[in-house]
């Protein structure tokens, strides 16, 4: 199975920092990684696909980068309502697989 | 507007089965893989498998092989989850996703306890 690595599980930050997320995939995926915002009690909110496309209705502050098998999620200027966990996904095959996730609060 | 309605909690127990649904709206529910996955209580989520209703042709992570088992009903656009032999690892929250991950139903909790 692929190996998506997320780093860091836990980001401290404040309103108006710039903050990264990164996977690393253990073998190559193209571009088929997608990032997920997971507010609590809520279903998964699709942000990025294709590892640098912005979903439909999200923020311009949102980017999604790639670097060999590192996938980045960059939020330009951090917002109140950005706090949530967030989530990877490698679509390139099967079994799917996420990576662990990375909580976002307020420092 | 495309819309996934799940059905709702489930309190079962201990080695019996459950089914949840999936009910869709909005789309052509044959033309579109349905995606299944799991969230455990305070963990990440996990892929269990899709199934693609025009055919019934179905793909499960293998972690979740006879566990989990995928069906859909093109007649009433709904997708079908069973989880068999239940245990309290499955309690969880389950969600159906469209093939595009761009759409979620609302989650279903099943709780596992005696």
């Known amino acids: 199975d692929i190996q998506m690595t997320q780093s860091p599980s836990s980001l401290p930050a404040s309103l108006g920092d710039r903050v990264t997320i990164t996977c690393r995939a253990s073998q190559d995926i193209g571009n088929y990684l997608r990032w997920f915002q997971q507010k609590p009690g809520k279903s998964p909110r699709l942000m990025i696909y294709?590892?640098?496309n912005l979903a439909a209705g999200v923020p311009s502050r949102f980017s999604g980068s790639r670097s060999g098998s590192d996938y980045s999620l960059t939020i330009s200027s951090l917002e109140s309502e950005d706090m949530a966990d967030y989530y990877c996904?490698?679509?390139?095959?099967?079994?799917?697989?996420f990576g662990s996730g990375t909580k976002l609060e307020i420092k | 507007q495309v819309q996934l309605q799940q059905s709702g909690t489930e309190l079962v127990k201990p080695a019996s089965s459950v089914k949840i649904s999936c009910t869709v709206s909005?789309?052509?529910?044959?033309?579109?893989?349905m995606h299944w996955i799991r969230q455990q209580p305070g963990n990440g989520l996990e892929w269990i498998g899709w199934?693609?209703?025009?055919?019934?042709?179905?793909k499960y992570n293998q972690k979740f092989d006879g566990k989990a088992t995928l069906t859909a009903d093109q007649s009433s656009s709904t997708a079908y989850m069973q989880l068999n032999s239940l245990t309290s690892e499955d309690s969880a929250v389950y969600f159906c996703a469209r093939e595009a991950f761009a759409y979620w139903g609302q989650g279903t909790l099943v709780t596992v306890s005696s």
């Open positions: 996904l490698q679509s390139k095959e099967s079994p799917f697989t």
């Open positions: 294709g590892a640098t």
């Open positions: 909005g789309y052509t529910f044959s033309s579109n893989y």
């Open positions: 199934i693609y209703p025009g055919n019934g042709n179905t």
